[in-house]
């Protein structure tokens, strides 16, 4: 009786550990998800526009426009440089910038529809647009997790006028 106790209680175990595994696999392609299009959005020298990221047992595919080739390719170092990332499939598209309509405005416009835009949701109220200029926002603040820093991100790339986000928003967890 007392084997079969051991017995089983040692399959819960080993069933238990699968499944705390397998959750960290999804838990790890979703980390790196997040930190590729976050580092993908804030890049200095260029924007993506339109950046998507997805991630399977650490290979990464992502999916945008760039304006030249050199773009696509920093952009393609730039992710294989995430921790965790095995391989990248880099489907970001050349669009040079005279093919695409750039919207221009003042940058107390473009502060102002940020800043706005952030209100309207309440996970964001600790973060807050530090500056811009041509252009280029700076978000600073506190978020709680990397899925909300992300979120702050894109969420200043909706608003018309954004050419780039840079981001100095601390999280609490990495």
């Known amino acids: 009786m007392k084997r079969i106790a051991v017995s089983v209680a040692l399959v819960g175990t080993i069933l238990a550990a699968g499944a705390v595994a ?5 838990v790890s392609d979703s980390w790196i998800t997040t930190k590729a299009k976050i580092t993908l959005l804030t890049m200095d020298g260029f924007s993506v526009n339109g950046a998507n990221v997805d991630t399977v047992n650490g290979n990464v595919t992502i999916h945008g426009k760039v304006a030249t080739t050199e773009d696509r390719t920093k952009a393609e ?10 391989s990248v499939n ?3 598209e050349v669009v040079p910038s005279n093919v695409k ?3 221009t405005a003042k940058d107390s416009d473009v ?3 940020v800043e706005a835009s952030l ?4 996970k964001m109220k600790d973060v807050k647009v530090a ?3 041509n252009g280029v926002v700076l978000l600073s603040g506190k978020t709680d997790s990397l899925a909300e820093k992300l979120h702050a991100i894109e969420n200043a790339y909706s608003v018309n006028g954004v050419q780039r986000v840079a981001s100095e928003i601390q999280t609490i967890e990495n």
């Open 101 to 103: 309509e750039l919207v």
């Open 90 to 92: 880099n489907l970001l």
């Open 119 to 122: 209100k309207t949701d309440s």
């Open 22 to 26: 397998a959750r960290a696999l999804d």
């Open 77 to 86: 170092q730039t992710v294989r440089s995430v921790s965790g990332v095995k």
């Open 111 to 113: 502060k102002d529809r």
């Open 131 to 133: 500056s811009v200029n």
